[in-house]
Structures are given as C-alpha cells and as structure tokens.
C-alpha cells in the first residue's frame, strides 16, 4: 500500500478532516489496496456505532412530474419521452400502509419537484402517515422548497429530508444544471433544513459529467463542515434521453471509497448504498455495506409506475414488489453477516 495515502486514510480517521491536497490525492492515486484499507475502518466504525443491523427506508416515489431540467436526470422536464404519473393522496398511504405491513418504520416520500403537491396538500398526507402510523419517520424529499414551506411540513410531522446538494462547487453545478437553478439557493435551502430541525441528508454522484479529483475533494470538505445526519452518493448513471446520454458512468471503486471515506469522517451518519449502486453492479449494495453503509431504500410503489420513475437507464427493482424486494434484501443482507432492522432508525449522536 502507498504509504502516503494510507497516512492520509488515518489522518482522517484521527482528525476527520483533511486538507484540500490530501482528498485529491487519495481519490488520484488510490488502488484497490487503499480501498479495502478504508473499507476495513469504516466498516469497524458502523459495526461499532449501529452493529450488524442495516436499517431499511421504504421510498414511494409519488410524481414524476418536474419543473426542473437537471442534464443528468431521466425526469427532467425537457424529457418528453418519460411517461408522467401522480399517485393519489389515497394511494400514497396506500403503499404506506402495505410498507408497514411488510416491516418498514420509516417512508420516504419522494417526487420531483411537482407544484401540484402544494405545502398544504404534503402537509396533510404527513398527517395522516403520521396518524394512522405514529411509531414511523416521515422523510421528505421533493427538492428545493422555500422555508416557509418547510417550516410548515416540519410543524406538520416530517423528521427527515433529503436533498442532496449535487455539487459544493458553483462552476459545476452550473454546468450539471439549467441557468434557471441557482447553486445558492440550493444551499441555502440545506441551511433552513437544518435549522428548523430536520435530520437532513445532503449527497452527490461520483463521476458526473465534469466531476474532478478537485470538485469531489469539494464535496467531501463540504460534507465535513456541513455535518449532515445522512450522506446518499451514488455513482452517475447516463439516461438515454437527457444531454448527458453519452457520458460515461461514474466509477463503481471511487464510489465504493468515498463510502468508506465517508463513514470515517462522519462516524455516526446515515449512509444508504444507494439503488444506483445496486444497478452498477449485480451485488452493489452488498459492498456498500462492506465499505460502511448502514441503510437500504427499496421501493415501496406500486410496481405499475415504478419503470415510469427512471433518473437514469436500467434501474433495478422496477419489475418487483414491495415484499419481493424487502425479502431480497433481506437475503442479500444474510449472505453477508448482515441483519435488517425494523425500527426508525433515528441518528444518534453518540
Ligand atoms: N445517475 C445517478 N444518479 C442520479 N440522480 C439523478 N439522476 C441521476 C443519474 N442519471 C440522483 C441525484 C438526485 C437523486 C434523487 O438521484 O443525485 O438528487
Ligand atoms: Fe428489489 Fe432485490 S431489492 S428485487
């Protein structure tokens, strides 16, 4: 192993935190050596905070209808291929209701960002979640909101959100999005999560299109001072009818160590091995959990719609059910000495 880049790995470890030269370093020069080396930490941290328990997220992705025009993402408003849907308020509790049944505690609720679900409207289907199921978490994550809003539906009961900040480098985010989305407001929007209390979840692609050594080596520096409760990072994935259709796909080893790398500076945080992770490779979400993942998000939609919710080509689980993928994972966790844990699986600090 290269003795300077395993200095870094525990300097890391030690500090949590490095400098700007040492992150661009690892992720330039690292081999499957320095992975399985931080493998080996995160994986002893996550075992130490969470054991051998894989928290389990059920996500029902109500909409595909958006207004934005991310380059990357099969359901950009541009797309005119994608076949749009919208679940009923009805039908949302629905796919609750049979997600708890089926052992899940905690529902994400996930859409673009569709203004026919208003504040109000989300507010009430957080309600009656909450109501009929007062022992689960309520995530949220339906992209950028104004404060206001997010202050109601945090009033409302919403614990969780996710909203993955994409990029920490303006340049690039501007050249992963329209100019009519703004890098600032995004982050800000990040800021008011936290502030009104949410366990937030930031997170970005490994190898998006004009992703660096140096944006990455961005993203983590971000991650370190941000502090979110959840990381979700997955590899870039091309869509065939989006501007991005000819990139190549992000690397699955440089995922796979930003994984490690991140359980390592955020011991206690949330980290998914991610459905993009899963569809890179056949068992994906198993080395996830190898490199110090601790929780899975299977689909909980109606198996109707689900090829309808496609970000990018090939996405697993779209042919299967609620109880096919929660067994299949439960398998899949049993073949590697893990177990799925039934309960909310709140971060904790400690
Ligand atoms: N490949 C991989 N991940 C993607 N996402 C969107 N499009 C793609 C893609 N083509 C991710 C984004 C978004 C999350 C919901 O899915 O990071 O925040
Ligand atoms: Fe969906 Fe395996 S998790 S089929």
Same mark, same amino acid.
């Given at each position: 192993m290269d003795i300077e880049l395993k200095e870094l790995i525990d300097r890391l470890n030690a500090e949590k935190c490095l400098p700007h030269e040492g992150w661009v370093r690892l992720f330039d020069g690292f081999t499957d050596e320095e992975r399985e080396y931080s493998a080996s930490i995160a994986r002893r941290i996550a075992d130490e905070k969470y054991g051998k328990n894989i928290y389990i997220r059920g996500i029902v992705e109500f909409s595909n209808y958006c207004k934005n025009d991310c380059f990357y993402c099969g359901i950009r408003c541009s797309n005119k291929n994608a076949q749009r849907y919208r679940l009923t308020d009805e039908e949302i509790l629905q796919c609750c209701d049979e997600g708890y049944e089926t052992g899940f505690r905690t529902f994400v609720l996930q859409s673009g960002e569709?203004?026919?679900?208003s504040a109000e409207r989300m507010c009430n289907i957080v309600r009656a979640i909450k109501t009929a199921h007062p022992d689960c978490a309520v995530t949220l994550s339906l992209g950028e909101l104004e404060r206001g809003d997010l202050a109601e539906l945090r009033a409302a009961g919403a614990d969780r959100y996710l909203l993955r900040h994409?990029? +920490?480098t303006k340049n690039h985010y501007e050249q992963l999005h329209p100019s009519f989305m703004s890098f600032e407001h995004r982050m800000k929007c990040l800021q008011d999560l936290k502030e009104l209390g949410y366990q937030t979840g930031a997170g970005m692609m490994i190898? +998006?299109?004009?992703?660096s050594s140096d944006t990455l080596a961005a993203d983590m520096e971000f991650l370190g001072r941000f502090k979110p409760q959840m990381v979700g990072t997955g590899p870039f994935l091309p869509h065939k009818d989006t501007p991005f259709r000819v990139c190549p796909k992000g690397s699955y080893e440089l995922t796979l160590f930003v994984l490690s790398l991140v359980r390592i500076m955020l011991p206690n945080v949330l980290l998914p091995a991610t459905t993009a992770l899963g569809t890179i490779r056949p068992n994906g979400r198993e080395q996830g959990v190898l490199h110090g993942a601790n929780v899975i998000m299977p689909n909980l939609s109606p198996t109707a719609v689900?090829?309808?919710?496609?970000?990018?080509?090939?996405?697993?689980?779209?042919?299967?059910s609620t109880s096919e993928c929660r067994f299949c994972l439960q398998r899949r966790m049993e073949s590697i000495g893990y177990n799925i844990e039934i309960s909310r699986g709140d971060f904790c600090n400690d």
């Open positions: 569709d203004p026919k679900y994409e990029t +920490a190898g +998006a299109p004009f992703a689900r090829k309808k919710y496609m970000l990018y080509d090939n996405k697993i689980c779209t042919e299967d």
